[in-house]
């Protein structure tokens, strides 16, 4: 008989939804009004997102100010001095920079062909 009563006096408990925890919304206080510059700034740009939205905005423009009135002339680099053609008689490596200047003559063609041929 005990547990029927018990088990009865439990139900409406049951039944009840449990006490949702206390909302927390993680806002922190309202802004302290704020005077000047930053005053001036909130008037406009009232959210925290506005504003490092703006200061972005004034770090690319100013970027973008520098590189248009400094010109970007780029020094150029100091040519390579040209490698004599080589007339001894030896064939340069392909990879040298001298194999250019040696096949710029037909007389070296030659002697390269007739290297590959024997």
Known sequence: M???RL???????????????PRRTLA???AAPAEGLEGQIR????????VVMGV??????LYGLKSLLS????????????????TSGAIPDIESP?????IE????????IASWEK
Do not use: C, Q
């Open 98 to 102: 001298a194999f250019e200047k040696f």
């Open 2 to 4: 005990n547990a029927l």
């Open 43 to 50: 008037a406009v740009l009232d959210t925290d997102e506005k």
């Open 105 to 112: 003559s037909e007389e070296n063609i030659s002697k390269l």
């Open 28 to 30: 922190s206080e309202a």
């Open 71 to 86: 010109g970007g002339k780029a020094a150029e680099a100091p040519a390579a001095a040209p490698v004599a053609a080589s």
């Open 7 to 21: 088990a009865r006096s439990a139900a409406p408990a049951l039944r009840r939804p449990a006490a949702a925890p």
């Open 56 to 61: 972005m905005g004034l770090y690319v423009g």
